[in-house]
């Protein structure tokens, strides 16, 4: 069974930081493209970074320069780490995982940032 389970989500004040894990099992992680999304309420999911199974990242351009993706393939575990936030980064981040045409979820872990 595949699971993608992610932590560290709470509260935070506007410039605080955060770090997010997704800790993985059920599948052969190193294959995976690894990758966090985000959901505000009455928004699209959109793409917060991702790391490939060969170490390129990529980010949205609304989080370059602040958040940082990185991966643990001896611990299957992916993670993001989150300085200068914002209140617009408020959101539900959740966990990707991507090999080919096979995609999986986790459930998903509220941000929030606020005074």
């Known amino acids: 069974q595949v699971q993608l389970v992610e932590s560290g989500g709470g509260l935070v004040q506007p410039g605080g930081s955060l770090r997010l894990s997704c800790a993985a099992s059920?599948?052969?992680?190193?294959?995976?493209?690894m990758g966090w999304y985000r959901q505000a309420p009455g928004e699209q999911r959109e793409l917060v970074a991702q790391?490939?199974?060969?170490?390129?990242?990529r980010y949205g351009d609304s989080v370059k320069g602040r958040f940082t993706i990185s991966r643990d393939n001896a611990k299957n575990t992916v993670t993001l780490q989150m300085n200068s936030l914002k209140p617009e980064d408020t959101a539900v981040y959740y966990c990707?995982?991507?090999?080919?045409?096979?995609?999986?979820w986790g459930k998903g872990t509220l941000v929030t940032v606020s005074s």
């Open positions: 990707n995982a991507k090999w080919l045409s096979v995609i999986y």
């Open positions: 059920g599948i052969i992680f190193g294959r995976y493209d």
């Open positions: 790391i490939t199974r060969g170490g390129s990242t």
